[in-house]
């Protein structure tokens, strides 16, 4: 009478709910709280032909519980009787919506549940001892978890749930609650006392639960989700069923022993859990790799620059084109080929340097260099350029010797003289090396070429002709006027002022030798005056305080 009072309720708010355009009157009827809002924004044809469906299920699973007991076949006293008593109560727990906070539901949940499988346990028959201790021993282990991990901190709780830890003994608690259930059905069906429908109902459990997640995976939204997990009263149903058949004669069989279903059962998902001892190496492409795996380089990497069992990957890299639809192993296969024609002497058209990438001992053979590291290639470069920097030096310190003073009657302490290479018409310059001197050497190259010598503040470019030979660079240092212009046997005499804001005047090193100037500036910060004389081969640069006049 219940339960078809409650169909006829539940089509009856069908009705309303289509009368006035809303589901909210269906809903409440039928789940038996109040709708998200989510439900106002879904089309509610879909909504109330899921709540029709819905109202079904329950009715049956109404009658399923309010029914009373089987024909009376044996007295039901002791831990029968409560047991029947527990699984009623977890029948109408599960049964009822709750607004309890999580933790307190699964207390009282659990409160129900574990002594019903302990009683369960006890009054199953057909069964061993070993059996039925492995039973209560699996099916106590997802209330221990929960009941650890709900006394858990609540400042601890987000980092616990993405724990490995966590995962770990959430799927080993999944798993032994799957064998439990397998179990306890076994269990039943020695028993004796079950019906053949109460068992495929237990069965159905699985059913169900996977029929959640496949439709919470393929919607989106919390209506649909809402529907099929309301529909999941499967093990509501067996839990009613299981109490109604209770007071059954049972069969009293042989004790039952762990059959090779469920052994396979426990293990087969082990072995799913257990993964290899290393990923595939074979198949991997640039389109499943993130977005620094393959990035684009003009050269492929050094073979010793990679470990052997990321060199295929290193190769695959390389090669693809991202316009070309080609399989890893194909592009492996062709590589590897082109292997084999290299090794026979035969033309390939890939590099090396790629080939060296899949078989290193094939390409060492005549290209040893390629097997070197990017390290070893630093170091050899390095020296190579330290060999060639101690030649130029060599070459520089003769080509100094060969330069002599032009002006030895001019002596002063403050001089040196060293050879300048003027390759690519390039200046050099005298500087001051505290001052800021960007503006004055952008305003200098800005301007109009000059021919010999231009200052700007503190700096002084000295142009040279270019030529294929060095030019002898002397500069000298004076603290005061040098004699009078001399202007026999050279080219080029020309004056410039140039100012030293710290009291320095540097000459930029000329010669690969490293040959050192002195300081230009004799007597600190102030106007100097730079005198050059020049012709070919030889540059005489004196610098000296300029006069007031000047």
Sequence with gaps: MA??????????????????????????????????????????????????????????????????????????????????????????????????????????????????????VVVVTGSGRPFRLVLLLLGLVEPARSLTYGLADAAVEPRLFVSPAYQVTAMAAALATFVMTVMLLLAQRRDGRWSRVTLLIGLGTFASGFLVELVDSLTRGGTIESIAAA?????????????????????????????????????????????????????????????????????????????????????????????????????????????????????????????????????????????????????????????????????????????RDPWPALRTRFQATASYYDWDAQPYGIYDPKADTEDDSGALWTGDPPETVATRGSLALIFTPSQDWATCVTAKALSSAPPPLRRKGWDKVVEADIVSESGHLRMQTLSASRVRFPDLARRGPGRYRLRLYTRPGVDLILVYPAGRAA
């Design 3 to 120: 339960a078809s009072a409650f169909l006829a309720l539940t089509v009856g708010s069908v009705i309303l709910s289509l009368a006035i355009g809303t589901a909210t009157p269906a809903w409440v009827v039928t789940m038996w709280y109040p709708p998200d809002e989510i439900v106002g924004t879904c089309p509610p044809v879909p909504v109330l032909g899921g709540l029709l469906l819905l109202g079904l299920v329950k009715s049956w699973t109404l009658w399923q519980v309010l029914r009373g007991p089987a024909l009376r076949a044996a007295p039901t006293w002791g831990a029968a009787a409560w047991l029947r008593l527990l699984l009623y109560a977890n029948a109408v727990w599960l049964l009822i919506p709750s607004f309890l906070p999580g933790p307190i539901e699964t207390i009282i949940g659990w409160a129900l549940w574990v002594p019903a499988l302990v009683l369960l």
């Design 231 to 403: 529909m999941d009263v499967l093990s509501i149903v067996w839990l009613a069923r299981t109490a109604h058949e209770l007071n059954r004669e049972p069969s009293r069989k042989a004790p039952l022993r762990v059959p090779t279903a469920v052994m396979a059962a426990a293990v087969l998902p082990l072995l799913m859990v257990v993964g290899p001892e290393g990923g595939p190496r074979l198949s991997y492409t640039w389109r499943s790799d993130g977005p620094m795996e393959c990035w684009g380089r003009r050269e492929p990497p050094r073979v010793a620059d990679i470990p052997a069992h990321e060199r295929d990957r290193a190769y695959l890299c390389s090669v693809r084109k991202p316009d070309r639809d080609v399989s890893d192993q194909e592009l492996l296969g062709m590589g590897r080929g082109a292997c084999a024609r290299f090794a026979a002497g035969e033309p390939v058209k890939a590099r090396p340097a790629l080939l060296a990438l899949l078989c290193p001992e094939v390409v060492a053979r005549r290209h040893p260099d390629l097997m070197l590291s990017s390290a070893q290639m630093e170091r050899q470069q390095a020296e190579k350029e330290n060999v060639q920097r101690e030649e130029l030096a060599r070459e520089a310190r003769k080509e100094d010797a060969l330069c």
